[in-house]
């Protein structure tokens, strides 16, 4: 897990839960991407790790930009409070992870588990649905399926579903190898 996923997920829980309580759990997904897309900005990232800009200036300024996107969601204060609350911990680059992270746990709430593959090629329509329907019947839940070109996997695939991962590939095998050599 990367350092962004650890930080991310207990603001993308507090999230949840708070869009759980209120039942607004779409509006707060389309404000976690809008923030996200923001933040992904380059020009933005370079106010965001600047030191010569302030804690309260950045918000602001984070703030007026995602107001003036058109059709955007309401920037209400509970957003405003969150947004001062990650400049605030030097979080505002994780933005990307909380979404990804609260997108997981809204799917988890819908009955859908999202299952990452990340393989060493292509995969066949085949091979997508004979993963998707053992996943399902591991899970018991549906299966949402995102797949990943990575080729310095050398051979096979790493499945990831929220923090299952099982690792097929043959760099994960050579690695595994490797360590019980090495002790």
Not at 43 to 61: C, F, G, H, N, R
Not at 70 to 99: C, F, M
Request: glycine share 4%; net charge negative; hydrophobic share 45%.
């Amino acid at each position: 897990m990367s350092d962004f996923e650890t930080a991310a997920r207990p603001y993308a829980k507090a999230i949840y839960e708070l869009a759980s309580e209120q039942d607004n759990l779409q509006f707060w997904s389309d404000v976690l991407q809008l923030a996200a897309q923001v933040a992904a900005d380059e020009d933005m990232q370079a106010l965001i790790t600047s030191p010569s800009v302030e804690d309260k200036q950045l918000s602001e300024l984070f703030v007026s930009v995602l107001s003036t996107v058109k059709d955007a969601p309401e920037i209400n204060q509970e957003v405003k409070n969150l947004l001062s609350l990650l400049v605030e911990n030097g979080r505002l680059l994780s933005l990307d992870a909380i979404h990804v992270v609260y997108e997981e746990l809204k799917q988890i709430a819908e009955g859908i588990v999202e299952v990452k593959i990340t393989s060493a090629r292509k995969l066949t329509v085949k091979q997508e649905k004979e993963i998707a329907s053992q996943m399902k019947k591991r899970l018991g839940k549906e299966i949402s399926i995102s797949v990943e070109i990575d080729q310095s996997l050398i051979a096979g695939a790493i499945i990831k579903a929220g923090d299952l991962v099982i690792d097929g590939s043959a760099l994960g095998r050579l690695s595994k190898l490797t360590s019980i050599l090495n002790k």
